[in-house]
């Protein structure tokens, strides 16, 4: 009896702010992710997006992202990143349904990567690669400008590199603030 109503409590809130959150932002919205690299390895994956919307339903955005990784572990030595910097001007998203609390979305990126690895004793090396990046996710929509994010993430190396993997996947949870 407790547990349910512990679930009333803490989710009315959100069938509330259901309303004005079906109606969410109308121009454009920022988000900002923390997770992880899962492939090659491990690694802390930190990122930043912006949502400018192109159609008044807000199924279709495009803009820039950008998102780092440090703290590489468990991959092979050779892969190991000190870190890693991914810039994305290219960054179009598209949501299947209109308006709503949750709103599913495919994303499609493309753009620059920038990783150094260690290699001692020898000085660190450090690769650039373009990237392309095929991704899906969900923005739960709490209230008219805020929302929480779930982002999952596939990036392909587009260009000849002796270090940088073939492919890698990120993983992440973060908010996002629309206007």
Do not use: C, N
Not at 6 to 32: E, N, T
Not at 97 to 104: L, Q
Request: proline letters at 7%; a negative charge; glycine letters at 12%.
């Amino acid at each position: 009896m407790r547990f349910t109503h512990a679930l009333v409590v803490l989710g009315l809130p959100l069938f509330i702010a259901a309303p004005a959150a079906a109606d969410g932002p109308r121009y454009s919205s920022d988000g900002v992710y923390v997770g992880a690299r899962v492939t090659p390895g491990v690694a802390l994956y930190v990122a930043y997006d912006l949502d400018v919307y192109l159609d008044a339903e807000r199924r279709f955005s495009l803009g820039p992202g950008v998102g780092a990784t440090f703290f590489g572990a468990e991959a092979d030595v050779s892969q190991q990143q000190d870190y890693s910097v991914e810039v994305d001007p290219l960054r179009f998203k598209a949501q299947p349904t209109v308006g709503g609390h949750i709103r599913p979305f495919g994303l499609i990126t493309g753009g620059v990567l920038y990783a150094r690895y260690p290699t001692p004793p020898a000085p660190s090396v450090e690769e650039w690669a373009a990237t392309l990046g095929i991704g899906a996710g969900a923005d739960f929509w709490i209230e008219e400008h805020w929302a929480l994010d779930l982002l999952l993430t596939a990036r392909f190396r587009l260009t000849a590199s002796d270090t940088l993997p073939i492919a890698w996947v990120e993983l992440a949870v973060g908010g996002r603030f629309g206007m």
